[in-house]
């Protein structure tokens, strides 16, 4: 756990810096330093935390996310450190990436994810979790992209929160009839993953 006042300390530093924050999320050019600073002064809290801010600027407000990036471990400073969060018209404090549907593309480094054509298929062996992921556009040059792609693209169909019960994940091209090899569309991934909890609570 990060010391006591580290986390207020953010805060009361973060507020003074989020008018800037929102003139930078709101335009197509970024204001890179400040990110970086942000990124350095949550790693001052902990080094496992990182951040994401956006959101529809014409809304009532503008999300700042606090992510572990699926580290297990750093779940709990998460926890407490959006806790600490003061309140801030035009502005919501987010512990953890959020589901958000199967609309959108993940890109990264030459990968593409779409996950509304995507499909997965479970891989449950020695108790563990795993999945493989098929899409359209996978090339195996571009193997360690895909792989950190499928990931972030997890985050977006489950929620960082749910998406750290995946214990790994496989990353290949989607095959002909891909229903008929087992695979199942990637937004029925939050369906299968409450019903094998579910009969693993029975």
Known sequence: MPPVKAGPAFWRWLVNKLPALRASVTRPDPDEALLDEIVERLHAVDERLYFLAGGDSDGPALEF???AEGDLSAFPVVERLVGEAPTVPGWVFVAFK???????VTRHEGASIDAASAWFQPLLADGELGLRLACASYHDDLEEA???AAVQALDGVLGEFVAARVD???????PRDPAGKGFRPLAQLPEYLAAIGAAARS
């Open 146 to 148: 895909y792989q950190f």
């Open 168 to 174: 790994y994940v496989e990353v290949v091209k989607t």
């Open 65 to 67: 996310i606090v992510t």
């Open 98 to 104: 959020q589901a958000h549907g199967c609309d959108f």
